[in-house]
């Protein structure tokens, strides 16, 4: 029998429903697994709404006291999906408190909060996962395999957007999202962290940035709700001022010579959940877009010339990463089995004493990048990606 771990999930909202989707899942499509993750204790600030949330996910138990269910003995793991200024605090005490932890992305607001978190993570040695998710999408867990196995030879670019439009309506309330203080910065964080995440795994480490920013709104009406998020509606008469970013784009280059460029805003007309990427080798090219994540294109030198062209692998195969786990060939999955799968992997990890990633570090490598382009875009000046 597997051994059961008791889960105390921080947040209830978007992540914290995907998370505990996940987790009730993955036993079940994952029979090996030789630990079993229990919802213990869902975790937040206001009690009815929390405890709404826990008959709906399948908690056994609520608080809103983080810190007094973080150091209860009988927790194994704390998963943080709250808003990214609680992130360090979270996550520091939990890992002082000898947990394993899972944070959701950024892994916090700014680059010494990260060092913070990192510092208390070597202390702890207990596992921890940035939730990074699309690397755990079958279609660019193929992609890295490609690279890897040499397919597309040398990479010399790598093109990434992350396109959404939530926030268009200048009536849309000034959610957390949109406040510097709760969020660190807008789509830059948010988006931008996603594809910084899945470069740095697929092309290699990132050496410096140049990048700028704008916000087109910038003031909207106040929130009714302090937590409220993407879904908010309406708002209040009196406005306040935006403090993030609406738009970051930036461009790179990798420590191994490839160059790069990253794009992510919330003002792309009809781009919902556009995150797409490009890349180009000496011998090949692949592309991927998540409105259509069960499907890899790929180009490469090694198919007959007269033959030659961009081809699209259904990744539906049993043996594509993670999808002997599913249903019978060419019977797709969506967005929410990528939690699942980087929950596999974790729990695994934490069963046999494995690494996992992206763990804290290479959480805050990514933190690092995302601070340079934000000083870039200050200074108007390229700027070296601090070393962790
Ligand atoms: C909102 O922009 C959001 O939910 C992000 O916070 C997620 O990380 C991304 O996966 C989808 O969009």
């Given at each position: ?5 008791n889960v ?5 909202q ?7 989707n ?5 036993n ?23 405890t709404a949330?826990?008959a ?11 810190k ?10 704390v ?8 992130h ?5 005490e ?6 394993h ?9 700014t ?12 202390k ?23 690279i ?10 790598w ?25 660190g910065s ?11 995440d899945?470069?740095?795994h ?20 106040l ?13 209040s008469?009196?406005k306040?001022?935006v ?15 490839a ?6 805003t ?8 556009h ?29 007959d010339s007269h ?8 990744v539906?195969e ?5 999808m ?9 999955i ?5 939690f ?5 992997d ?9 690494k996992v ?12 990048v ?16 601090a070393?962790?």
């Amino acid at each position: 029998m597997a051994k059961q771990l008791n889960v105390a999930l921080l947040g209830y909202q978007f992540m914290g429903k995907a998370h505990s989707n996940a987790f009730r899942q993955v036993n079940r499509f994952f029979p090996d697994l030789d630990v079993e993750p229990v919802l213990k204790c869902l975790v937040g600030r206001n009690k009815d709404a929390v405890t709404a949330a826990a008959a709906e996910y399948g908690f056994e138990e609520v608080d809103t006291n983080w810190k007094r269910v973080v150091n209860r003995p009988d927790i194994d793991i704390v998963d943080v999906c709250t808003p990214g200024k609680l992130h360090a605090p979270m996550v520091i005490e939990a890992l002082n408190a000898g947990k394993h932890v899972i944070c959701e992305k950024p892994l916090t607001n700014t680059l010494a909060e990260s060092r913070a978190v990192l510092k208390a993570a070597k202390k702890s040695r207990k596992k921890t996962l940035t939730a990074y998710n699309y690397r755990r999408v079958p279609a660019v867990a193929l992609a890295k395999q490609l690279i890897d196995e040499g397919r597309i030879g040398q990479i010399y670019h790598w093109r990434a957007v992350y396109l959404q439009d939530w926030i268009m309506d200048p009536d849309f309330p000034l959610v957390w999202r949109l406040k510097k203080s709760e969020a660190g910065s807008g789509p830059h964080g948010d988006l931008n962290a996603h594809i910084t995440d899945l470069a740095m795994h697929l092309v290699g480490e990132i050496d410096s940035v140049v990048g700028m920013t704008e916000t087109f709104i910038k003031e909207r009406p106040l929130a009714d709700a302090i937590d409220a998020g993407l879904g908010a509606k309406g708002g209040s008469k009196k406005k306040g001022k935006v403090t993030v970013e609406d738009a970051c784009l930036f461009l790179a280059r990798f420590k191994n010579g490839a160059l790069g460029s990253f794009e992510a805003t919330r003002f792309a007309k009809g781009r919902r959940n556009h995150n797409r990427f490009e890349i180009n080798g000496s011998k090949g090219s692949i592309v991927f877009n998540l409105e259509k994540m069960n499907e890899l294109q790929l180009f490469s030198d090694d198919d007959d010339s007269h033959v030659q062209g961009f081809r699209e692998i259904i990744v539906g195969e049993g043996d594509h990463p993670y999808m002997g786990a599913w249903w019978p060939p060419g019977h797709i999955i969506g967005w929410e089995h990528t939690f699942t799968h980087e929950f596999r992997d974790f729990l695994e990890a934490v069963a046999k004493n494995r690494k996992v990633t992206p763990d804290f570090q290479d959480g805050a490598r990514v933190q690092a990048v995302l601070e340079a382009v934000m000083g870039s875009a200050k200074s108007k000046r390229w700027q070296k990606v601090a070393k962790i």
